[in-house]
């Protein structure tokens, strides 16, 4: 890129990764909007240490879908009131510490994010602010349907077996043939009894 160019990405689709978009600290002068970054662990991850400074992740009012955005539309104009603000702390702590990705899908991940949200005094800053999110996902034309997961049918084949097997232990019929064959009738399993005398 030459001098004083600017890079536009738009009507992207950075869906289903372990890091959405990955930017050097040095990367400036990029304006980023009408992209839909769609459950990734991280959507926006900064490679090298440093600070993430003149990008623009809006364009004239229209900013980027973030799933992760917890914000509301109470004008329904199709952006978020409130600005969307990637500021995960584990996210912060797995930059400076690489091996720490050994807990990215456990629960300490969530706990380490919960106890940011609820104590402000740890709460890191901001990677980046969207001022303008969208509260909808832009898909582009022609890009292919996911297909839906397959239907398993062992869930439904464990139930109706444990429902089956509860049924039968407690229904009532079972109990007198189970006193008859413990005392006077004939022995299902072959067991000798001694009689008393």
């Known amino acids: 890129m030459a001098v004083g160019s600017v890079g536009i990405f738009s009507g992207n689709v950075f869906g289903y990764n372990d890091i959405g978009l990955a930017l050097m600290p040095s990367v400036r002068h990029n304006q980023f909007s009408g992209n839909s970054f769609v ?20 364009v004239n009012g229209r900013g980027n879908y973030w799933s992760d955005y917890a914000g509301f539309d109470a004008d329904g104009d199709g952006r978020g009131d409130i600005p969307y603000r990637a500021e995960r702390l584990f996210e912060t702590l797995l930059e400076n510490n690489p091996e720490l990705r050994l807990f990215v899908y456990s ?21 980046l602010i969207d001022d303008f999110p969208l509260m909808q996902p832009i898909v582009p034309t022609g890009t292919p349907i996911l297909p839906a997961p397959p239907q398993s049918n062992a869930v439904w084949v464990l139930a109706f077996l444990l429902i089956t097997s509860a049924v039968l232990m407690s229904w009532p019929w079972l109990k007198p043939i189970a006193q008859k064959a413990g005392g006077g009738g004939p022995n299902p399993f072959g067991v000798k009894s001694k009689s008393k005398r």
Do not use: C, L, T, Y
């Open 39 to 58: 459950e990734n662990q991280e959507q926006v991850a900064i490679q090298g240490g440093g600070a993430m400074a003149a990008n623009e992740w809006h």
């Open 107 to 127: 629960p300490s991940a969530n706990a380490v994010d919960f106890a940011a949200k609820a104590f402000p005094i740890v709460r890191p800053q901001a990677k």
